[in-house]
């Protein structure tokens, strides 16, 4: 034990203090950020502390809603869990997590890490902590991403698990072919999990699909079906790389607005999972995190009462109630999640205001062309349940050309760069509901603003809407 | 009759929203009443460039790139007697590059283009990014295009033609004030955003070019542009203030 480690984690604590008693942001970050550069090697000596041991989950979306769901099955069970539970996925938010359950000495009781780790990070934080099980939930291509940017990313984070102990485990999803390709490629022990591609989930989503090629003869990659973006069942057309059977399978899915239900399937035994949020994502996302904990020795039963509970976590998805209004915030980040997220507001079943904030900061992606690859057309399909589109943000006139081309009237759109008057304005619209779909930065100043004019509510209600991390 | 609109390699190229270019065309064309069918060829699909009035090409990374150079390298010709005939082209990023005579590497190694321009492309030592405001003149109207790009390249013109002179941001090389190029009715530039959504005077130019190529009056009914002028004015205003 170093004085450097007792200093790091003191200070930590300390600004973890004091931005509870002012009541600023998450403080999920900044702690982490300030011991890691008291003390660099502050991981290593949290690295063995977890007693059974540290999992890791990483990909493109829905990190924070796997990990959270997974943690949530594992407290279930009766273990004590050290998670990233705010979506702080860099190596400061690992560093955060592990120091709030810490002493001051540094000594963590725990019998669980469970890590949600961006793909970017992935490299720096399994440099100090090596992982028993990794999760990969899928690869999308983010706004963020430049030219063949995707690509690097799935090789830095095989390089990544090529350097973990021979005895790491994978989980992959199955139905990602951008995912199920590193079995092969790591040749590390891999589990699969998947949804049963039965042409009822068909997906009609058509773009922003990124795998076209099979990695390992550069073939053209061919699809039986589509469940949502590249996710579905592939095969190449010339070798013998196609979908993996999958270890733990969903089957007999329904989705509805009440939520998601499905039977997992382990080829001897079926469990049925009543999911209380909807859409495909998250039943990825619960399969994900079942699977881990069914390799973790968990009971299939408690891993299924773990999931029924679950709740979003604040930031990525939260409702409000205005008057008799329910208020759904969202944030979206890239396509794939901005398409989950408007097929979340066509199951809605009363008229609704939609306001869409889009800010262009660096941390939103300076680029906003990726508003292009979003299917914004499938609104004009019910367009009964819309009364206005109010665009808010740096880019709202953006946003309001966007709409106007995917055919939805110009009568109907307003544009109105301020977000105090945004909500004011959505708020008291005439119709029953409202839904607010904001970009990164402009997630904090709208939560702000909506918390202020309406209350927030505790539990997620079934009008919940994909979260996206 | 109908306009017929040629996406090119839809699958490989659509970095960056470019399909946005391609909404936005069919859009403008069908608020006219005019009548638009898009037809989308990927590798190996048969194409005849000469039954087509308006061809798209975008952008994809390196590895889709060499790709679909090998692909249209193969019907070069055809490409080649149709843009000669007047055919509509808007080549964004990567399929504007590909247009031209080749593309020099780091290492000094050209990797040829198809050749149907007249200007070269080599490999820079950063990537060129950010917002762009560019002064061109569309069909004798002044207008300010604005857009997004995003390219490691430096393309530099043989005397051909830009598309504008930059007021704001890199454009083709960062160097000599240009931006994008033209050649007959061939429209390339660097910017993504997409391009034509925000600058509608250049889609009606491109609409009229087609219209015309056709033989059919040019005198295109006016539209409300206000968001497009709107969503135009505030990137104007950012960028040059
Ligand atoms: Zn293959």
Known sequence: ?469 | MSITVCHLYPDLLNLYGDRGNVISFVQRCRWRGLDVQVREINLDNPVKFEEYDFLFIGGGSDREQSLIAADLGARVDSLRAAVEDGLVVLAICGGYQLLGRFYRTPEGKEIAGLGLLDFYTEAGNRRLIGNVAVEAEIGGRKTILVGFENHGGKTFLNGLKPLGRVLFGNGNNGMDGLEGARYKNVFCSYLHGPLLPKNPVLTDYLIALALQRKGIGTELSPLDDSIEERANKAMVKRLLG
Request: overall charge neutral; some cysteine; aromatic content about 8%.
């Open chain 1, 1 to 469: 034990m170093s004085l450097r480690l007792i200093l790091a984690v003191l200070a930590a604590k300390l600004v973890m203090h004091i931005s509870r008693l002012l009541g600023k942001g998450r403080g999920s970050s900044l702690p982490g950020m300030l011991a890691l550069r008291i003390c660099p090697d502050l991981l290593g000596h949290f690295e063995n502390q977890p007693r059974t041991a540290t999992i890791m989950v990483t990909g493109t979306n829905g990190k924070t809603t796997t990990n959270n769901m997974l943690a949530g099955i594992l407290e279930r069970e009766g273990y004590q869990v050290v998670a990233n539970r705010e979506g702080a996925n860099l190596i400061t938010g690992v560093a955060t997590a592990f120091i709030r359950s810490s002493s001051i000495l540094g000594r963590v009781r725990c019998d669980y890490a469970v890590l949600e780790v961006d793909e970017a990070a992935f490299t720096g934080v399994t440099k100090w902590i090596k992982p028993r099980l990794v999760v990969i939930i899928n690869f999308f291509r983010d706004q963020l991403d430049r030219y063949g940017e995707l690509d690097t990313t799935i090789k830095n984070v095989l390089a990544a698990v090529k350097q973990l102990p021979d005895s790491t485990v994978l989980i992959l999803n199955a139905d990602d072919p951008l995912v199920a390709r590193l079995a092969r490629e790591s040749g590390y022990h891999s589990k699969f999990y998947g949804v049963r591609p039965v042409q009822e989930l068909s997906g009609n989503v058509a773009y922003s699909r990124e795998a076209k090629f099979c990695p390992f003869c550069g073939h053209a990659l061919e699809y039986n079906i589509y469940l949502y973006s590249q996710l579905g069942d592939y095969k190449c057309t010339q070798c013998d790389f196609a979908r993996p059977q999958p270890d733990i399978e969903a089957e007999s899915v329904t989705t509805g607005v009440g939520g998601t239900t499905a039977f997992l399937n382990d080829d001897k035994n079926k469990w049925q999972l009543n999911l209380p949020v909807r859409g495909m994502h998250n039943l990825y996302n619960a399969l994900a995190a079942f699977t881990a904990a069914y390799l973790l020795g968990v009971k299939p039963e408690t891993a299924v009462a773990g999931l029924e509970t679950y709740t979003p976590a604040t930031g990525r998805m939260e409702s409000f109630r205005y008057g008799s209004k329910q208020v759904v915030l969202v944030l979206v980040k890239n396509p794939t999640g901005f398409n989950q997220a408007l097929s979340g507001l066509l199951t809605g079943e009363v008229e609704q205001d939609v306001m869409i904030a889009i800010n262009d900061n660096a941390a939103d992606g300076r680029d906003i062309s990726w508003l292009w690859d979003v299917d914004f057309e499938i609104l004009t399909r019910t367009p009964e349940k819309f009364k206005r589109f109010i665009c808010s943000g740096q880019r709202a006139e953006d946003m309001a050309l966007r709409l106007k081309y995917a055919g939805v009237s110009p009568t109907i759109i307003e544009i109105e760069n301020d977000f105090s008057r945004a909500v004011d304005s959505a708020l008291n619209g005439e119709s029953g509901a409202v839904s607010v779909l904001v970009t990164y930065t402009a997630l904090w100043p709208v939560e702000k603003i909506l918390s202020r004019r309406a209350e927030r509510m505790k539990q997620s209600v079934d009008y919940s809407v994909p979260s996206v991390s």
